[in-house]
């Protein structure tokens, strides 16, 4: 969905939208560990979800989850994303749905990359698999 206006009526159905990440947010120094250049900010979580902030300024190793899906929104700039054995290009208002197991990876093409991320069920980081 590239529209913002079908995002926004879809995410009004389920309540108010509040802002989920402030623009005075410092991500200086909450580096995903291993991943150099990648920013994580905890949004929210609970034992169904958890909901983070990302920025991304060269790339996130292939990896995956062995107990949980991820769903991606893409907020600002561009990457070449690895999903399974696909490969496309991210941008601004994508959506990508991640099943729990598959691969994927993202090379940033224009950064930094700033996604908003959702995992299901609550992400602790414990499941997380590094793969070449």
Request: aromatic fraction near 6%; charge should be negative.
């Amino acid at each position: 969905m590239r529209n913002v206006t079908q995002i926004l009526v879809i995410a009004g159905l389920f309540g108010t939208l509040v802002p989920a990440v402030n623009a005075q947010t410092n991500l200086q120094n909450l580096q995903l560990e291993g991943e150099p250049g990648v920013r994580v900010q905890r949004l929210s979580t609970d034992a169904n979800s958890s909901q983070f902030y990302i920025e991304i300024d060269q790339a996130v190793r292939p990896h995956k989850h062995l107990t949980h899906s991820e769903t991606i929104y893409v907020i600002a700039g561009e990457g070449r994303m690895r999903l399974g054995d696909k490969t496309f290009t991210l941008r601004p208002g994508d959506f990508v749905q991640v099943p729990e197991g598959e691969v994927h990876g993202v090379d940033v093409i224009r950064t930094p990359l700033k996604v908003l991320s959702v995992q299901a069920p609550e992400f602790d980081g414990t499941d997380r698999v590094w793969v070449e």
